[in-house]
């Protein structure tokens, strides 16, 4: 991405998580890849002393014990944690999904494609914009 920050990844599923780091290799990222299963992880994570904040969350939707909204409603209500820049990475096509996603300010809203290929070029697009866009010294 645009700095030596990690790439925190929100994912239950390991062959996602697999898939998702696998992609950031072939694309030659650099950054840290953190993986937590599900938003308490998550949270948990951010509010750790000593981590240091991501450049970037990937929020899977579809997890056990707090899924990716909950994680957004509390995320994004805390000082803390809402400059971070949320890109939701879900399987999920659900209008009202995508809705409720973007009520909680996501940066953006990418369907995993199922063909590895076409995932590393979204990867890819998604290291490109990152790259590129600037963010204020606290996200």
């Known amino acids: 991405m645009r700095n030596s920050k990690p790439v925190l990844l929100i994912e239950d599923n390991s062959v996602d998580a697999m898939t998702v780091k696998r992609a950031l290799k072939d694309i030659n990222a650099t950054n840290q890849l953190v993986h937590k299963v599900n938003g308490e992880e998550a949270l ?3 509010r750790g002393q000593g ?13 056990p014990r707090m899924n990716g909204i909950e994680f957004l409603k ?3 209500a805390d ?9 939701v990475l ?3 096509r659900e209008e009202q ?7 909680f300010s996501v940066a953006g809203y990418i369907v995993k494609p199922p063909d590895y290929k076409k995932f590393v070029e979204a990867m890819r697009t998604l ?3 990152w790259t590129l866009s600037e963010l204020p010294n606290g996200g």
């Open 44 to 46: 948990e994570h951010l």
């Open 127 to 129: 290291n490109m914009y």
């Open 97 to 103: 999904d995508k809705i409720e996603s973007f009520k």
């Open 90 to 92: 879900t399987t999920s």
């Open 51 to 63: 981590n240091q904040k991501p450049c970037v969350i990937l929020l899977d939707l579809n997890m």
């Open 79 to 87: 000082d803390e944690l809402k400059q971070i820049p949320v890109v």
């Open 74 to 76: 509390i995320a994004k």
